[in-house]
């Protein structure tokens, strides 16, 4: 992702776990607009994005989904809540392993009804398959069980 918002000139953050901000790679992930996420406290992290969104700062926020090295039964929510607490729009991104492709999909705003909302990324995200297929997670929120 920060490949195809580099060269569309995007200026991004992302959010990423705290171990890849530890030693000689900490200043490089910060330079690239990560992030540190501690695990333990993510409420921690929704604040400080969302206030910084309040402040007027103007950047896009790259989430990649969870399950990227195991299955899980649901997505993490941070995004969504980040979004709805900032006022941010959501635009979905893609490495599709089907098509060879990359690219950025629709951008909308959430809606507050978590399960349509959710519905309409399922259809966006259904024929598209990341790099190792068997560890795909649908694109499910704890919140709309």
């Not at 990560?34 to 309040?54: F, H, K, L, M, Y």
């Amino acid at each position: 992702m920060l490949a195809i918002v580099g060269h569309i000139g995007v200026d991004v953050r992302w959010l990423g776990k705290k171990s890849l901000f530890h030693g000689w790679r900490g200043p490089i992930m910060r330079t690239l607009g990560g992030i540190a996420v501690d695990r333990s406290d993510p409420g921690r992290v929704v604040a400080e994005v969302v206030e910084q969104a309040r402040a007027g700062k103007v950047f896009g926020l790259v989430v990649t989904p969870d399950g990227t090295r195991g299955g899980n039964d649901y997505w993490k929510s941070g995004f969504y809540r980040i979004a709805r607490e900032a006022g941010m729009p959501v635009t979905l991104g893609f490495v599709d392993r089907t098509t060879m492709t990359t690219g950025l999909g629709p951008t909308f705003e959430l809606s507050g009804d978590v399960a349509a909302d959710m519905d309409r990324i399922r259809a966006f995200y259904a024929d598209k398959a990341g790099f190792r297929p068997e560890l795909r997670t649908e694109p499910r929120l704890r919140e709309e069980s």
